[in-house]
C-alpha cells in the first residue's frame, strides 16, 4: 500500500486547508485510515480517524469543531478539511492506514507540510 499526501501550505491563522491522501496498492487489505500530525520537537499525535466505512471514529480534543476527516473509497481517498487554523496547527501532516489483520497503522505518508502564521 502506498499513500501520497497532498494540499499543505502557507496559510495565515483563520484559513483553511484541505489535505488529501491517496491510497495505491493492496488497497483491499486497509481498514481505518487516520491523519496525524508532528510539530518540531514535539511527538506525533493522532488528529482525526475514519473507519474502513468512512464513519468517522476520532477527533483530537485540539481540533474537534475545526477539522474534518472524510473517506471517498471510490477514489481510494482520503481528505481532511481544515477551518479556522491556528499557529499551533503547524505540523508536518501524514497519512496512515491500517492492514484489515492488524488494528495498528502500518502504512504511511510521506507527509505534507501545513504552516500557519500569525
Known amino acids: 500500500v502506498q499513500l501520497v499526501e497532498s494540499g499543505g501550505g502557507l496559510v495565515q491563522a483563520g484559513g483553511s486547508l484541505r489535505l488529501s491522501c491517496a491510497a495505491s496498492?493492496?488497497?483491499?487489505?486497509?481498514?481505518?485510515m487516520g491523519w496525524y500530525r508532528q510539530a518540531p520537537g514535539k511527538e506525533r499525535e493522532l488528529v482525526a480517524a475514519?473507519?474502513?466505512?468512512?464513519?468517522?471514529?476520532y477527533y483530537a480534543d485540539s481540533v474537534k469543531g475545526r477539522f474534518t476527516v472524510s473517506r471517498d473509497n471510490a477514489k481510494n481517498t482520503l481528505y481532511l478539511q481544515m477551518k479556522t487554523l491556528k499557529p499551533e496547527d503547524t505540523a508536518t501532516y501524514y497519512c496512515?492506514?491500517?492492514?484489515?489483520?492488524?488494528?495498528?497503522?502500518?502504512?504511511w505518508g510521506q507527509g505534507t507540510q501545513v504552516t500557519v502564521s500569525s
Open positions: 496512515a492506514a491500517s492492514h484489515v489483520d492488524s488494528g495498528e497503522y502500518d502504512y
Open positions: 496498492g493492496s488497497i483491499f487489505s486497509i481498514d481505518k
Open positions: 475514519a473507519a474502513s466505512s468512512g464513519e468517522t471514529a
